[in-house]
């Protein structure tokens, strides 16, 4: 798509698209399907009808909530693919919106015990040994974090000494990723390593700042030709970015101003 000047018209039927699916983001049916869920033979069933009913993965709330309340992973809106299908993220992983994660990454947040005399899962699992819990060190405390506009690739193999791989960051195929990714940061080797950064450092504060992954859908999507615009130096040819500072901008300045009576009230 070229970035030509798209009319007003043009915009607002993206915008609309945009909302028709949001409206449909959660069927009337999402309770039956939550406690249908709950029938390990219906699974695959449930998930397809919410991926159907629910606008698509990328918008379904019913999906989301599955991985929430079955298998204990945050996802944000519009992220999609192996954020969303059972198994691929770990228990206690956060995922922001707009996230693109392989379904064939692995994740992993524990290794063996291999301090102990034997790391063998019989002496601490609680599936193949005698004991009721996980004699390791608790597996939820070491959650992932994986930011906004994040993308995983193929085959990444993100490791126990990655906690959080940033907003806007890219992990290459078959990565091995042993350490957090920085925001907007390009990764990709064994042990991977930075290749680049996605823009330059001043803009990828700004757009860091503009937070534009929090905007109402339907008004990032009336800037669907500047989303596809390579980033420059000119940041006022993306007035999404724009808007979205101006309006994190004010939402700072109100918390100030909310914390600064407050602190009088107080004192
Ligand atoms: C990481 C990636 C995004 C970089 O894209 P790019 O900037 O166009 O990469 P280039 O081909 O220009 O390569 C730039 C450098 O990075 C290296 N590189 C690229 N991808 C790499 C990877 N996955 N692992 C290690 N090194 C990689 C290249 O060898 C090159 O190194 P050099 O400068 O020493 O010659 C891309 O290569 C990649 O891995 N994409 C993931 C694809 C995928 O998994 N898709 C499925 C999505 S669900």
Redesign the pocket.
Known sequence: MNNENYDQATREQWAEWARKKEAKARSPLAPLLLKLYKIPALRRRVRKFARRHEGGEYFSQTLRQIQRDFYGVEVGAYSY?GCLFPGVLPRGTTVGRFT?V?LRAHFYRNNHPFDWLSQHPFFYHPKIGPHSADLRDQTDTNPLTIGNDAYV??HAMILPGCARIGDGA?V????VVTKDVPDFA?V??NPAKL?RWRYPEDIITRVCESQWWLRPIDEVFKWLPEMMMPISNDLGAHPLLRIATESANKSTASVKAETSVAATTLS
């Open positions: 693919a693109s392989s690739g193929d890219v290459g195929g078959g990565a390009i990709g080797g290749i």
